[in-house]
Structures are given as C-alpha cells and as structure tokens.
C-alpha cells in the first residue's frame, strides 16, 4: 500500500507545454503572469507548483533558465510552497534543453516522465479558431508524428545529476510500463524512496482516463511499491476533477492546473489556476478531507527545504 498520511498534497501545474495561448487567454505566459498566478494558486492551498516557463513574447514553450530566473526567486519570496521545475519541456526541446533550468535551479523537486512515448495533442488543432501565434497550430498538429523521448539513459543521466543536488521527483507515469521502468531505477538504487508516483490519465498515447485503470496503476504501484511510494493522480481535460476526486478517496494525492485542464465547468474556461485549485479544495474538504500545508509536503516527500535550491 502506498505511503499513508491523513493530508491531501495539492499540486497545481501553471502553464505546462501542451495547451497554446489561442485556446484560452487564461494560460499564463510572461514571467509576471506565471509568478502572479502561482502566488494565487498556492494561497488558494497548492502546496507544491509545477513550473514551466514559456517565450514571454510568443507564448511558445522555452527550456531558457534565464526565462525561470525572471519568476522562480518571486515565487520563493511570496510563498513557502514547493517549486516543482519540469524535465519534460516541451515538444521541440532536446533533453539538454529540458534539464538546463532545473540544473541551474537545483529545486527541491523536479519531474521526471518515466519512459519514452507517443505524446498525442494533434486533437486541440482540429477546431477551427483564430490562431494568435504562427507557431500554435503547427506545433500541435506536428505531434502525430512525435515520439516524447525518455531512454533509460536519459532518465537515469536525470536521476543522477539532479539526485545529487539533493533535489526529489515527481516520476510521470502515462502507463503501466512506465511504473515497472520506475521499479527498474528503484532496484539499481538511482532514486530513494518515498517516490512521488505520479499517475497520469487521458492523454493521447497514454492510458485511458477509465476509472478501471485508475485502480489498476494503483494496485500495480502497490505490488512494485508497497509503501515506499506517495501516489497522486492528474486526469487531463475534463476528467481532472472526477479523477482527482476519486483518488483522494482513496488515500492519494491530486494535481491540477492549466497545464492538464483549462475548463472550470463543461464549456466554461477556467478564469486562472487558483479557480481549479479551489475547486479541489472545496470538494476535498467537503469529504472531510484536510489539505497539505507546504510544510508538510516537505515532511511527507522527504525534500531538502527551500533554503537549499539554487534560486
């Protein structure tokens, strides 16, 4: 069983690389609007901040560390909640570029996607829009024919750099092959539990968002885990609340956030983060369920503190 605490961690993912700024004037793009808006989303009860930076100019996603450096010491010096700097990028980046911001930043916790995949969102291009950017459309519809790369020796060169800087991870598992890779580092000793195990649902080329295989990765985690692992759940678009809601019940822990989800209700985009994040809040507390301080998220993942990144 996974490891059991009585808090609910909220993760909220800002900006991430897969939504563009023509499908909703929500998404935060400059460094202002993704410090603002994780300044909220942690007021709101986020305690740990999944970050991705983009082009402040085109919205396009960008690996720059000099772009994260404009909003990271912000986020640190309004907040307490745990940054959380992606590995995954976005779709044009090499693994160089998808590591350069997290090297220099050194955080308390990184992401790290647990295999290599077919990464589909060719889907959000089909609909006819006004596109604000050159870039967008392109972009999305590129991916039919983009497999996101994560070799064994790319995950471990990650474990290792960033293991050393003292800094945890979040391990994005899109399927069932990707927890047995995860199981495959924990035997070779290149990551030390607890493992955050975070399960994904309802992207393209990976699994479903079923509620079957919601309980089948968990019971799969269980059995490679036992209880050296803290499971959270994401369910992209408009699985994300039912998903997070189910998990919670089941003694896991949530994601949300504009990077997986830009809708607030059928047909209504989500104004900002926090609106998603208070709307797991309330639900959560509703079941009697009591939120993760920062401080506490710190306890259970077992990080190495605020003072100790490189930002």
């Known amino acids: 069983m996974a490891k059991k605490t009585d808090k609910v961690i909220v993760t909220c993912a ?7 700024p023509s499908l909703t004037p929500s998404l935060p793009v400059t460094p202002d609007d993704i ?3 994780a300044i909220d989303a942690a007021e709101a009860g986020a305690s740990i901040l999944h970050l991705h930076a983009r082009d402040p100019e085109t919205g396009m996603p960008t690996g720059d ?6 909003f990271l010491p912000r986020i640190k010096q309004a907040t307490d909640a745990v940054v959380n700097i992606t590995t995954g990028g976005g779709l044009t980046m090499t693994v160089e570029e998808r590591l350069a911001a997290a090297t220099r930043a050194r955080p308390e916790m990184c992401s790290l996607n647990m295999g290599s995949m077919n990464f589909g969102i060719f889907p959000l291009a089909w609909q006819d829009r006004d596109w604000k950017h050159e870039w967008e459309k392109p972009y ?79 019971r799969t985690a269980d059995r490679l885990f036992g209880d050296a692992y803290v499971w959270s759940v994401l ?43 208070t709307k797991i809040r309330t639900i959560l507390e509703e079941l009697s369920l009591t939120i993760a301080t920062p401080a506490e998220t710190r306890q259970i993942l077992e990080l190495k503190g605020m003072d100790n990144v490189g930002f």
Not at 65 to 70: A, G, K, S, Y
Not at 254 to 267: F, M, P, Q, T
Request: charged fraction near 20%.
């Open 235 to 277: 369910g992209a678009g408009r699985h994300q609340l039912p998903l997070t809601t189910l998990a919670a019940t089941m003694g896991g822990h949530v994601r949300v956030g504009l990077e997986d989800n830009i809708y607030a209700a059928k047909g209504k985009l989500a104004r900002d983060n926090a609106e998603l994040v």
């Open 65 to 70: 560390p000099d772009v994260f450096m404009q």
């Open 35 to 37: 410090a603002r808006q």
């Open 140 to 218: 999305l519809l590129a991916s039919d024919d983009f497999i996101f790369r994560n070799t064994f020796k790319d995950i471990a060169k990650i474990l290792g750099y960033m293991g050393d800087q003292g800094t945890k991870f979040e391990c994005e598992c899109y399927d069932v092959g990707h927890l047995y890779n995860l199981a495959h580092f924990l035997d070779r000793g290149l990551i030390k539990p607890p493992l955050f195990v975070q399960t994904i649902f309802g992207i393209l080329g990976g699994i479903g968002p079923e509620q079957d295989n919601l309980v089948f990765m968990r």
């Open 14 to 20: 800002l900006t991430g690389a897969i939504h563009t």
